[in-house]
């Protein structure tokens, strides 16, 4: 049995949730190297929210990996992010 969504489609996101989505995604390998994803969720002001999936979800050094990993990719894009938070 397949359940749909009903209701309007999904906003396009914007230029920066694109680029900051482009961000998150090129730190996808590094995160499934151990087990892990981190997804795009949205952007509110300037922070990122990212949703950590396997074994990213609940991993003491997760916090890390946002901070040096996925903010310094966004800083080194120009992005107008401040801050990377786990939702």
Do not use: Q
Not at 8 to 13: D, F, I, T
Not at 53 to 62: E, R
Not at 67 to 81: F, G, Q, T, V
């Amino acid at each position: 049995m397949r359940f749909f969504r009903r209701g309007p489609a999904p906003e396009p996101l914007d230029e920066v949730s694109e680029a900051v989505k482009a961000a998150v995604d090129s730190v996808g390998p590094y995160a499934r190297s151990h087990g892990g994803a981190i997804e795009f969720v949205s952007v509110v002001g300037r922070v990122a929210r990212v949703r950590l999936k396997g074994a990213c979800k609940g991993c003491p050094m997760s916090d890390i990996t946002l901070r040096l990993a996925l903010e310094k990719e966004m800083k080194n894009r120009d992005l107008p992010i401040d801050k990377v938070e786990a939702v």
